[in-house]
DNA sequence: GATGAATGAGTGTTCATTCAT
DNA sequence: AATGAATGAACACTCATTCAT
């Protein structure tokens, strides 16, 4: 090896320049290369093609992600069939945002491209699945909190569009906001918000 | 040609399907003047070029929109000077709702396009001005609101934020319903949703 | 138009140049459209890719060809009904022969590319097709002879070669006999060899 | 490494099966190499570069048998002086064309190569050297039968075209027949079809 | 003996755009 | 008003080969 890993870390720092800066589809691996001062030929080596690269910068983060959902969501799950899921566990989803966001946070280049520059990847929609896996959540929920409150079923749209909502803060924030601890301020507000909303949503008109 | 203006016509025709199908940086001019039975070269006499031909589809629509919003804030604005913006204006705020509905259903593809398929174009970043517009309303709103019930001043984050979504319900709207009929009925829990959530900002902790 | 179809001209000769210098696979379209004096491009107008270009040349001599042979085997298979492909019949075959030669010296380039440089494109596997119409019809000619002979039935294997040589003919003198002229006297000798390998397969032992 | 030998026939073993399935041309040194769980300079630690790669799996296996043609060529010529070449010797050729299937069959692979995936390399006309060697043969029997037979000199081409076909007899035989039994089996009723068109070759007309 | 890295020229293909006619 | 032809730069990707270590 002629310079010890460099060369990949250059590619991976010059890839995630230019994906963030072009998008996905927009990026030249002419450039990404030229950039970190290499042939194409030496990108091919270290990955199979573009999506490789991007996926290499990208699939780690992206996954433990999903595994940090999954966990919340569980874990308040449990909470909702002891009964509680009132006013009072406020404190505990905001927890989990903060987590979240702590977490998007460490790696606020890699979601912002998985969010909003991996058109034409397979990433584009992945998006869609967070909105899925956060629709499950809601509809349960919801459910729950309907008879609880002998109130009707709540509206699947409804539900969807709050799972996407959802989503879209933290996409929202991670454009918005660069800093991690801005973040968490303007997420106790938008919570708040959230809750006002969502408990009006069941109370009896 | 048989007609003057027929060429013209077919060259929207085709190029709006196109540009749904694919979205104006996928969309293939070749493929556009195929679908309409025209050579390259008659676009150009048309068109200065691909941003023109989607212009020619979009600009207007646009324009109109952006004037029904305006009307509306301003008028929406007199009703917070006259000391009301309580409960009961939700019924005007609906009103207003389903009137920007009732027109983005009247030219459906059209903002489909400006909202979802314009990436590329110089149209990609028009979200960002409604945004804008509907972000100066509620300012405007906001401030009166704390002044009234002795409350800080809102986050500007938050005001952006919910400015933000408001957009996002609409565009939200747009993918997921068809009907125009479906949306109002859509729009009347959103709205519901929303102003729990807005008062719920004003209430003292 | 700037040059009156002499592009598309110069295109289809260069390539034929090309094809037959370094067969389908090697052939470089930049080289094809270099020695045409045009660009990349220009090809691309005229023709959908290199398969394209290739078929353009090759495609109707070959599906010509396929209605010659059909021709003459389903007018061959009659007379065997009749009851003769005795040796009577040589000057017959011969004629059929000398018809196929004669064509495929009309289009001498274009059958060369075909039959030996066509490795990569849709047409490598042509000469099976060949084959394969030849070996039907010895099928149905041994049986009957078979029959008639009171032999037993001729080897799947005998025919399959039987026919694969026959299309070998073919092949090998293209590849070394430029003139129609010496073609056809050659095919006298090898008829004549043929023939009585032929019946020699139906003597009794 | 194990053991300095392994590379190396591990080189060759994935070296063989890369050549079988895709040919000289399109096989890829890469897949070699990676199949092999070697890189791609070990590679070239052994053979000097591709051609050199597919030479080691092949050169002996020809080179041995152009020394079992040269063999059983002069051989036969000898019993052509002797004044013999009739009906008799049906047996001593078909006992050389044995000879010569027992050889390639033993090294079914290596001449699958040789004859049929070798398009690219310096082997690729290796062919053409069998029928040389095959061609020389013939033209002396056949002066020797037309003498005998007071028959006018065979035709040149005719000679060329017989050696060509006897040795596309042996390739179609390997691509077609897996077993040495059944090429022994179909070759016995070849060379019976070949016998007859050969001496119908010298009967007066 | 063998690795891992890198080269550089090559491939077919796409695209918005131009312009003489 | 519209055509048909042509441009030229860009694209992702492949390959046999080289060489310091």
């Known amino acids: 090896m002629r310079n010890e890993k460099e060369t990949k870390a ?33 990108l091919y080596f270290f990955f199979q093609d573009k999506e490789d690269l991007f996926a290499a910068l990208v699939e780690e983060p992206l996954q433990q992600l ?3 959902m999954d966990q ?3 874990q308040e799950l449990l909470q909702v069939d002891e009964g509680q899921g009132a006013e ?9 945002c903060y ?14 491209m998985i969010l909003t520059k991996s058109q034409g990847s397979r990433f584009e929609h992945c998006i869609d699945r967070f909105v899925e896996i956060s629709e499950k959540h809601y509809r349960v929920v919801a459910d729950k909190m309907s008879k609880r409150a002998d109130v009707p079923r709540m509206d ?44 009006g949503m069941f109370e009896k008109k």
């Open 10 to 42: 250059k590619l991976l720092a010059s890839g995630k320049k230019e994906f963030l800066e072009k998008g996905y589809m927009h990026a030249s691996l002419r450039n990404i290369c030229q950039n970190a001062g290499v042939t194409t030929g030496a």
């Open 66 to 68: 999903y595994r940090v």
């Open 72 to 74: 919340h969501y569980s």
């Open 88 to 96: 009072a566990d406020i404190s505990d989803d905001l927890e989990a």
């Open 99 to 112: 987590q979240i966001i702590h977490y998007m946070y460490q790696y606020y280049d890699e979601f912002q």
């Open 156 to 199: 699947d749209y409804m539900i969807h569009w709050m799972a996407h909502m959802m989503i879209d803060i933290f996409v929202h924030m991670l454009n918005h906001e660069r800093s991690e601890e801005g973040a968490i301020e303007h997420m106790q507000y938008i919570v708040r918000f959230l809750m006002a909303g969502w408990f």
